[in-house]
């Protein structure tokens, strides 16, 4: 079986194999230069780590690991657009680098090509292939839009919270999972199942990000710490420090996260006051475990020889936290 | 045989039935908006009529007008934002009305729901079909690029033009009417010649759209005349002027097309003089023709009874002028 490091080698040759050089230049370069600023490549990786472990044809699935990481980095691009962001990897985001308008057709390029590696899987499994594809596309679109809508309004719901990072980020995953399943003909019940853990997956790993942005190393956690609470992002740790504080904190809260004239160390200071008085830790780290758990439950329910799961348990654990 | 009206209603009614109403309604508001503004779904129109030709079953090929009408909205709500364009048939832009942002994700959202479409063709055509759809929408993208590029260079030659408007306008006619005859089961090389035909016809529809601008009759035309010369655009009509005229006359042109010192009426009016000086009247007339006569020559090789061309033909000469 390969491990993760091999698989990120094959998927990363594939693209240098085959880089974007169509005319005009200006609308392919961009995605260049967004696949070479590298990354893990999680979802492409957990795809094949999946067609391995039913011993599927790895060459077979890869179309679909290329596609779904070109529509990640479509969204990425466009996403950039929308929340105003310089940088991505230390790096010039593509509307900074070019301009907006480069940046929306560029990234309107990028999701047709993730479309077109998709034509290339073998034709029993385009259509179920596209067809998740697609309802995950649209899901992705519909969390960013939820994200977006959260910023302007006060009040979130932790409801409303994690239905948007299942959408923006979950379902994505969910779909890298089924996808590397059906690329092997793995039965029906296991693709179930492998989108499930997926989702719980994705779940737990985007919970866990939230939690490392306060309570992380930044070594170990490679993002510089606070930037949530710099960017007045309302993540699970706001949303659930806003449930359980007073009337008096949670105005407080409201006014750190609004207010301009406050400076970012006392913002931080104050905001990680209520974070503690509200237990924020706990609680975040109580629902990582549920979605844990829940994952395990999928994880178990697949239809493989327990050696063979090995590398997408250690891989998803990597990602998410001890699952099992 | 279904005329044009018949085919208009059919389609009009096959989006209000199935409006889009997913949630957050943010984001598919703007679909239904801009379907709302209605036109005259030239492609869709004309992949029926194609379809119908050959005796096609429309049920069957009506996922892949929506599909080609779909991904013609999405490109307009993207291009309008790219263009700056605050109105769109008398009513605000997506972007205007709503914001850049929303704009955005609503026009990813609406190419998605395009192939979405697609996927509901019988499998047998499903390959062929969205190959020729992905390929058509890159090179679209590739159009709109050329035309970005176009508005900061000074010197554009007229092939580069004619390359331009053939990936900005023409080639998504052509792959509606190959998409037509493709749902009804037409041979290969008619699939070729209803491409090439509908190639030559977008060429020629939208070389008549730069020559109506400025000599065309503004109650017939539908369309602000001088519409291109006060908005600086590098038409054919500037181009071939630009080719044809003096040292003189080209800095002026060039002036004229910069400078934001000059009136807008004496701006036309200068203009006209280089135009009818060129004579670009009678080189647009001829280019046109051209068109029309390899517009002519593969529709003449269509495998079909000549009673059942005359829908077809009579609807691309009310774009396109007269072919025959």
Redesign the interface.
């Given at each position: 079986m390969f491990d993760e490091r091999e698989l990120l080698k094959m998927i990363n040759r594939a693209f240098e194999a085959e880089p974007f050089n169509?005319?005009?230049s200006?609308?392919y370069e961009p995605l260049n230069y967004i696949l070479a600023l590298g990354g893990k490549r999680i979802r492409p990786v957990m795809l094949l780590m999946v067609t391995d472990m039913y011993c599927g044809n790895l060459r077979r699935a890869l179309p679909a690991a290329l596609g779904i990481e070109l529509f990640h980095n479509f969204s990425l691009i466009?996403d950039d657009?929308?929340d105003d962001a310089p940088i991505r990897r230390g790096k010039p985001t593509v509307h900074e680098k070019w301009n907006?308008?480069?940046a929306?057709?560029s990234?309107?390029?990028m999701?047709?090509?993730a479309?077109?590696q998709f034509?290339r899987l073998p034709?029993p499994i385009?259509?179920p292939a596209?067809?998740i594809f697609?309802k995950t596309?649209?899901e992705v679109?519909?969390g960013?839009?939820?994200d977006?809508?959260f910023e302007s309004r006060t009040e979130v719901s932790i409801e409303e919270y994690l239905e948007m990072i299942r959408l923006k980020t979950a379902v994505l995953i969910g779909a890298a999972l089924y996808l590397g399943g059906l690329t092997a003909n793995a039965p029906e019940s296991d693709l179930r199942n492998l989108y499930e853990f997926g989702i719980q997956n994705g779940m737990a790993f985007q919970l866990r990000d939230d939690l490392l942005d306060t309570y992380g190393d930044e070594k170990v956690f490679g993002k510089k710490q606070y930037g949530d609470i710099s960017a007045n992002k309302k993540s699970f740790l706001y949303l659930k420090a806003y449930e359980l504080s007073n009337h008096e904190s949670r105005l407080k809260l409201e006014e750190l996260f609004t207010s301009t004239d406050i400076g970012v160390n006392e913002k931080i200071e104050e905001t990680l006051k209520i974070f503690n008085q509200a237990e924020v830790k706990k609680h975040t780290e109580a629902i990582i475990r549920q979605h844990h758990e829940a994952a395990k439950q999928y994880f178990n329910m697949l239809t493989v020889e327990p050696a063979r799961k090995k590398v997408l348990l250690n891989y998803s654990e990597l990602l998410a936290g001890r699952i099992i």
């Open positions: 169509g005319q005009p200006e609308l466009h657009i929308m907006p308008n480069t929306i057709l990234g309107d390029a999701l047709v090509k479309y077109e034509l034709e385009l259509k596209l067809a697609n596309a649209l679109c519909e960013q839009q939820l977006m809508n």
